[in-house]
């Protein structure tokens, strides 16, 4: 049997358990190298629509998500400035 192109892709039944809408959101990053078959993803991108965020925005805000990424957030001022 073949193998959907979908199914290469490890966590996407995380998405699926959660409810996510298939047309709420799409795979970004190492999904698609998945995809491609040219390595195994370790985790899952995906970009959402304004409405599925507007569903989301609060828990991420308030969340040990937000705790633990906010470390990675430039706060200098200096993201996208000429240098």
Known sequence: MLKRLIDRVQHIDKLEEIGL??????LTG????AIMQ???NKDID???TEELHKVY???FINSEFR???DQFIDKSGKHGKKQ
């Open 21 to 26: 809408p298939r047309d709420q959101y799409a």
């Open 30 to 33: 190492g999904a698609w190298l």
């Open 38 to 40: 040219i390595r195994e």
């Open 46 to 48: 995906i970009v959402v």
């Open 57 to 59: 925005a609060s828990y």
């Open 67 to 69: 705790k633990t990424t």
